[in-house]
């Protein structure tokens, strides 16, 4: 092969030669391919060509989040003052008034639907990853069903918002006769953030390792013992994460709430009032009343805790990262 | 004494514990059952087939037929996949193969807060910035509400879930098919096209199911751009491509619109729509799965 | 040493961030030869195979200073794609591509713009004849390349190698992840193949620097942890006859 690659050397110059070598003509000019660095050109061309392409996707990514973010929070930050805080929100075609009852009524409705669901969700996911897992290997029913609910919660979980509220309109807007109401729009929410948490935390006890759950037990520490006290604060992290996670679904959701809440701005006096979130306060000044200067502005504020639900998610992290390797 | 009451609280527990997992999985088939059984009027009185390719839905009338609906769902979905995953996969292999660290650690919080961002904000800043622009395509009877706006929204939506699953799908490429590419002589780019992108392929296809997945079910935002109108979508004129400047409605703005005012026969289509749209997505999450699965193994 | 150098390194220092890989490593490798890096673990002897096709720039934050020659051109001032081209690799763990059998092979030749499929096929064919392993997967090009032993895997992953035509072959204890007799028909094969190719391997293994290597360099942590060139020479001499007393207490296994 040498002395072949030799002779390329020597044919390369005079141009039609190398077909007389018939035999090896596949690996001649191969060779005469792989020795050409005309292409490299051409390749290196094409490489800058694509990263250009693929930096150019990574800062329309940037640039439209900082135009939204940008464009709302500007806007809305000039209707935002003490009074657009403080003062009610009257109505009327020019949606009147401030946001207080609609901070109110959302604050009331994370309130009661994660304290709804996270204890569900954290005592299913418990059961499902310390317990449901010892059963596997002796009784196949037991398991199948198990496998059954993960396959329920994994479906739920990619479910559009809207079918939650069709849901929690049917059931609980009409048949249990709750009304648009503060009570129907928590269950309907609640089990919308259920499989989130159902998630979230089966994953952070997943995370757990095993060596922990042993050297509890070997401590003669009963099963729930070593839950509580080891494994439960190991995944606390990842648990709160989970709930922040909750809050700012239940925040950013509209679609579940515009069916079950109604669309009432005045102030709920009781579980069984109609009220308005801000996403849904949003909804409604944008498309009824027209009034987008104060659609900016409730906007703005709903944009601004996201972005602060984001901030304590990513410190959690890492903090949870940190334990994991320390 | 003590040794028993740990054991009893450990019992007491287990079955709490269990109550709850059962309850949880309860309410997760109620759901899916509840809406079924509401829906099944609608399928037995106007017949699947009617309800799913009927071209008018009238409920004044009782014409009940989904098809427009249908459509809209799709061609939003369609121009948004078109928009969105080449600029999701664009940002994917930026963060993972190319850009240093400092970069991707602010290319990265700012898809997570993309992601985070109400769908109301979105269609806020459609209408009052995407449709006014959109408005100016000089053809009549365009009102800006349309397709087109909601597919732009629906693209910037569902970046952060494409993103993010096919990120997390390249960078799970074994560093020693890098090496070895580029030991051949291969570029940094052929070496992503040739040996990574594959070799992530099915982690990729199961972010873009992902966000199609999530696309069907966006609800507000859609009201909030695409008009609403319960019309096959068509071009405006001669040009085919003004079908982007028709307006439509999704399935789940039919849903959203209309549930609150209905009554009779015509709660139960809606239901109906529901549970199209719920198969629908089951549909798309399950192949999602088995996609993501199969990377697993 | 009349032989013909056919790699080279001056002086070469190289750095992970603050922390210095190697001290002053000078040396010649001669063409056409098999040469074996030997040493105890962590003394820098993949990170000196890996300067030579500059696989060391893939981690951040990696300094060099020195000179790295192929013969005796400097290798900093080549392309890295090019100089890749000519110095192949093959790695520890063997790993071909998911693709098919034929595909790996052909993915270099490819890459550097060969799309014609009659000079595939035979840069296929001669590839895998070269690396001994034609007759074994001759009649399942398309099957997928995982579905191979582990032994046939990293002579599949010569054979990827030989495609792009390299003049030099870098081995990074191919064989540590096989077994003796898969290992022994990676040794006859670079038997084979020195005749066209130098051949440059690290390996932990003493039998098999001594059994299949012509010239052995052995490496060393100093005081610093930097990885030091102990000794160069033919391998004969090195095995039988050490001029250093670490060589020596290393070889008759007294450390490391």
Request: hydrophobic share 50%.
């Amino acid at each position: 092969m040498t002395t072949v690659i030799h002779t390329v050397g020597q044919t390369r110059n005079t141009s039609g030669q190398v077909k007389s070598c018939s035999t090896s003509l596949a690996h001649v000019t191969s060779s005469q391919y792989l020795r050409d660095k005309s292409n490299l050109k051409s390749r290196k061309l094409t490489q800058q060509s694509a990263f250009a392409l693929m930096w150019l996707a990574g800062s329309v990514a940037v640039a439209v989040l900082v135009a939204i973010v940008g464009y709302v929070v500007w806007l809305g930050a000039k209707v935002i003052t003490p009074d657009f805080i403080l003062q009610p929100p009257r109505g009327g075609m020019a949606g009147d008034g401030g946001i207080s009852y609609t901070l109110l009524t959302t604050f009331y409705l994370v309130v009661l639907t994660v304290g709804i669901a996270t204890p569900l969700g954290v005592a299913a996911a418990t059961y499902l990853v310390e317990y449901a897992g010892a059963i596997r290997k002796h009784r196949r029913l037991w398991s199948r069903l198990i496998g059954i609910a993960r396959l329920g919660v994994e479906t739920l979980a990619g479910v559009p918002s809207i079918i939650f509220g069709l849901f929690g309109y049917a059931l609980f807007v009409s048949a249990l006769h709750f009304g648009f109401s503060l009570l129907s729009a928590t269950l309907a929410g609640a089990c919308l953030i259920l499989p989130v948490i159902i998630r979230t935390t089966e994953e952070a006890l997943r995370a757990v390792p095993n060596s922990y759950r042993e050297g509890g037990l070997a401590l003669g520490a009963t099963k729930w013992q070593t839950i509580w006290g080891i494994v439960l604060p190991t995944a606390a992290p990842g648990i709160i994460t989970s709930i922040v996670l909750s809050v700012g679904r239940v925040l950013g959701e509209t679609a579940v709430f515009y069916v079950t809440l109604g669309g009432s701005y005045r102030m709920p006096t009781s579980i069984m009032s109609s009220g308005r979130t801000l996403a849904l306060h949003v909804f409604y000044l944008a498309t009824e009343t027209h009034a987008f200067d104060k659609a900016m502005g409730t906007a703005a504020i709903l944009v601004l805790a996201i972005i602060l639900i984001n901030l304590v998610i990513n410190l959690l992290a890492r903090r949870l990262n940190r334990m994991m390797k320390g | 004494m003590a040794y028993k009451s740990a054991r009893l609280m450990d019992r007491g527990v287990k079955g709490i514990l269990l109550a709850a997992a059962f309850l949880a999985v309860a309410i997760v088939f109620t759901i899916g059952l509840f809406i079924l059984r509401q829906a099944l009027p609608a399928f037995s009185q106007i017949g699947v087939f009617r309800l799913l390719s009927g071209t008018e839905w009238r409920p004044s009338q009782s014409i009940f037929g989904l098809l427009p609906m249908i459509l809209g769902s799709l061609l939003v979905t369609l121009g948004a996949i078109v928009m969105g995953v080449p600029l999701a996969l664009g940002c994917a292999i930026l963060m993972a193969e190319i850009a240093p660290r400092s970069i991707t650690a602010v290319i990265r919080p700012a898809v997570q807060l993309l992601g985070g961002i109400p769908s109301v904000v979105f269609g806020l800043f459609g209408m009052r910035v995407l449709v006014p622009l959109i408005r100016q395509i000089p053809v009549p009877s365009n009102t800006g509400f349309s397709i087109l706006a909601a597919s732009i929204v629906l693209a910037v939506m569902i970046l952060p879930t494409i993103t993010t699953v096919s990120e997390d799908a390249i960078r799970a490429v074994s560093g020693d098919y890098r090496d070895a590419s580029l030991a051949l002589g291969a570029t940094k780019w052929q070496t992503i096209v040739g040996v990574v992108l594959p070799a992530a392929r099915s982690g990729i296809v199961a972010s873009v199911v992902l966000g199609i997945g999530r696309a069907l079910g966006e609800t507000m935002a859609m009201i909030m751009v695409i008009g609403n109108s319960v019309i096959i979508p068509q071009p405006l004129n001669d040009n085919p491509l003004t079908i982007l400047l028709s307006q439509a409605r999704t399935l789940t703005g039919n849903i959203a619109v209309e549930i609150g005012y209905s009554s009779g026969l015509q709660t139960n289509a809606l239901y109906a729509t529901g549970v199209v749209l719920f198969l629908l997505t089951i549909l798309i999450n399950s192949l999602a799965h088995a996609l993501v699965k199969e990377r697993a193994i | 040493m009349s032989e013909e150098t056919k790699l080279q390194t001056d002086n070469l220092d190289l750095y992970y961030n603050k922390f210095k890989a190697l001290n002053h490593i000078s040396v010649h490798i001669p063409a056409n030869r098999i040469t074996a890096v030997i040493g105890p673990s962590g003394c820098g002897k993949s990170t000196f195979l890996r300067a030579f096709n500059r696989m060391n720039e893939l981690i951040p934050d990696v300094r060099v200073e020195g000179q790295v020659l192929l013969d005796g051109q400097d290798v900093f001032a080549l392309d890295e794609v090019e100089l890749r081209r000519r110095v192949g690799m093959v790695f520890q763990r063997p790993n071909p591509f998911p693709k098919s059998i034929y595909d790996n092979v052909a993915y270099g030749p490819r890459a550097h713009g060969i799309h014609n499929h009659q000079m595939l096929d035979a840069i296929v064919e001669r590839s895998l004849r070269s690396a001994a392993i034609w007759d074994e997967v001759k009649d399942e090009l398309g099957k997928s390349a995982l579905r191979l032993s582990g032994g046939q895997q990293q002579r599949l992953c010569i054979a990827r190698a030989l495609a792009v035509e390299p003049e030099v072959i870098l081995m990074d204890e191919p064989a540590s992840a096989l077994d003796p007799s898969a290992t022994l028909r990676i040794e006859e094969l670079m038997q084979q193949l020195k005749a066209e190719y130098t051949i440059l391997i690290v390996t932990h293994n003493m039998q098999q620097a001594a059994r299949a290597s012509d010239y052995t360099a052995f490496f060393m942590m100093d005081d610093n942890r930097a990885g030091t060139l102990v000794e160069f020479g033919p391998t004969r001499q090195i095995f039988t006859n050490p001029r250093d007393h670490r060589t020596e207490d290393y070889i008759s296994g007294r450390f490391g």
